[in-house]
Structures are given as structure tokens and as C-alpha cells.
């Protein structure tokens, strides 16, 4: 396997500044998390939802598209998401002169679906995520657009491994660090780059119940599909796992964990007491394991949490935080 190596993470650090932001690291304290945690157990945030588009995928978005050839750029480019990879596509499209055509679910938030045409990107919406990526390959037959996938890739993983290289740099001697599992391309990213740099480090992947294709993955000993998504965390909810960044999950990764939606809406409402953050499931997934089944190992170390962005609107983040007041 062709693996990232610190000289190309540090590249494409380089390569996409002028378009991301270095997200800011916040050492959590106060009473909320002490009363889950005690005193000694130190915690940063890694804040990615501060970044462009909302969440870590203008990352990998970027590193891919500007890979392109100028004649390949101008054809367009497509993908398929939940939304945050629709918006980050949309975003790099925008700003690369380009256009993009985005293939998203008939479930999406409304305000995903808004942002996506906001940057100008064209919108389809489609039943399921099997059907989504069916017709995104038809798209990239059929118009020559370029498919920026969502999770899969060296150019990807380069993008979000740069996640991880802004965290080590600015905490040294992590004890661990926790991160979202969806298709496994943020994971595979910040744990190449936490090992190369931290390698004393432990690395945690978290994935909801309702969309486990990485835990099975792990068990099998290949990567693993499921048929459903049945979680409030959608843009975790990756229909299958794929060789390259399953690999490198594999390696570097040292556990998945589950958690369920219920802890994902109490980690929600933790994360808006705390630290007056308004948050998608997704992004509070983290914090979940760290006061959850990962809380004995890790009191009184020093642990990095991947908060990897939010795209939700009033309404749906109400909804969530009030099911478990």
C-alpha cells in the first residue's frame, strides 16, 4: 500500500491552506466535564466544525480537485453524500472555478441540500445510499465529471490526515486520541498521521450501532458492508468500508468502539452545556466513547477528541438534545 508519509501530509498542509482554515485546539475544562471525568483527565478538542463548509471534508475535497488537470477540473466534478461531502465538494468547486453535480439522499437535512446549491452545485436526491452511488457513477460516465469520493483514497486520506498533523503540533505527548468512524477516511487519515508523528499513542475509532461497516470490518479481517443505515449519526453511515483506507484504519488504528444514538444525544447536549456547541450527531461521536466505554481507560490521560464538524439547523438539533433532557 502506498501509505502517506509526514513529508506529503506536511505538502498538502501547504497545498489547501489558501482555502481551510487551522482549526483551533481547546483544552475543555469546567464543571460539566469534570463531573464525567474528575480533575485529572485532560481533554482537547480538536474544533473542526470552525472549518470551511462546517466540517473536515473541504480537506480531502480540496487535495483531490487540485490534483486535477486543468482540462479535468473544467469538466466538473460530482460526488455522493449525506451532505457535508456534497457541501465540501460544492465549496471546492466554487472556488476552483469549476461546477459540481451532487448526488445526495431523499432523508438529507433541508439545510444541507440549501448550502449545497448555495455554493452553486447542482442537487439530485435520490432514495437510498446504494442508489446514490449508482447514479453518481452513471454522472461521471455519462458528463466526464471527475468522482470525488468521500472517504476513499490516498488523496483523500492526505486531506483529512492533516486534521491529525494540526493536533499533534500543537499537543504534544497525547495519550490517545478519538475520532469518528464513517466510511473511515477521517479515521484512516488523523491515525496515519498521529503514529507517524505520536507513535506512543493510542487510536480510537467510534462508530454508531446503527452503521457498523468498520467494526466488521475489523472482526473480519476485510472491508465489510451494511444494508441499512439505521442511525441518527447519517453522515457517519457509510454503506461499506473500502481496501485503502480500511488498511490503513487497520494498521494504525488500535480500537473501534460503539456507541448508540442515545449516547450520541447525551454527548450532544454535554458538548452545548459545556462548551456551548451546536452540534450533528456525528460530530459529538467522540466525546461519546471518551465519557462512555472508553471513560475508565482513559482517566487521567491526556486525549485529543475530534469534534469533526456540524451542518444541522435549529429545529433537528432541538429535536435530538430534547429526547434525552
Not at 486543468?70 to 457541501?87: D, M, R, W, Y
Not at 466505554?293 to 433537528?316: F, P, Y
Amino acid at each position: 500500500m502506498d501509505e502517506p508519509t509526514i513529508a506529503e501530509i506536511r505538502e498538502t498542509r501547504a497545498l489547501i491552506d489558501p482555502y481551510v482554515a487551522s482549526t483551533p485546539v481547546w483544552q475543555w475544562r469546567g464543571l460539566e466535564i469534570e463531573a464525567e471525568l474528575g480533575t485529572e483527565t485532560e481533554v482537547f478538542l480538536k474544533l473542526e466544525l470552525f472549518q470551511q463548509t462546517g466540517t473536515f471534508k473541504a480537506r480531502g475535497a480540496l487535495r483531490g480537485m487540485l490534483a486535477l488537470s486543468p482540462e479535468k477540473l473544467a469538466q466538473g466534478v460530482t460526488a455522493v453524500s449525506a451532505g457535508n461531502h456534497a457541501i465540501a465538494v460544492s465549496y471546492a468547486a466554487r472556488i476552483l472555478g469549476t461546477t459540481a453535480k451532487v448526488v445526495m439522499f431523499k432523508s438529507a437535512n433541508p439545510a444541507r441540500v440549501a448550502i449545497c446549491r448555495a455554493y452553486g452545485a447542482e442537487v439530485e436526491l435520490m432514495d437510498n445510499v446504494h442508489q446514490a452511488f449508482a447514479r453518481v457513477r452513471e454522472i461521471e460516465e455519462q458528463e466526464g465529471r471527475t468522482f470525488i469520493h468521500p472517504f476513499e483514497g490516498k488523496l483523500t486520506i492526505l486531506g483529512t490526515a492533516t486534521v491529525g498533523l494540526e493536533l499533534c503540533e500543537a499537543v504534544p505527548n497525547l495519550d490517545a486520541v478519538i475520532v469518528p468512524i464513517g466510511g473511515g477516511g477521517l479515521g484512516a487519515g488523523i491515525a496515519t498521521a498521529v503514529k507517524l508523528l505520536q507513535p506512543n499513542c493510542a487510536v480510537y475509532g467510534v462508530e454508531p450501532e446503527g452503521a457498523d461497516s468498520m467494526s466488521r470490518s475489523f472482526a473480519s479481517g476485510q472491508p465489510e458492508a451494511i444494508d441499512a443505515v439505521r442511525t441518527i449519526a447519517d453522515s457517519l453511515g457509510a454503506p461499506y468500508a473500502l481496501p485503502y483506507s480500511f488498511g490503513l484504519c487497520q494498521k494504525y488504528m488500535d480500537e473501534i468502539v460503539l456507541v448508540d444514538d442515545d449516547a450520541l444525544r447525551r454527548a450532544m447536549l454535554l458538548l452545548f452545556k459545556g462548551m456551548k456547541l451546536a452540534l450533528e450527531p456525528a460530530a459529538a461521536a467522540a466525546t461519546a466513547a471518551l465519557v462512555g466505554s472508553l471513560r475508565q481507560r482513559l482517566l487521567g490521560k491526556r486525549v485529543g477528541v475530534i469534534v469533526c464538524g456540524t451542518n444541522t439547523d435549529a429545529a433537528t438539533f432541538t429535536q435530538q438534545i430534547t429526547a434525552v433532557l
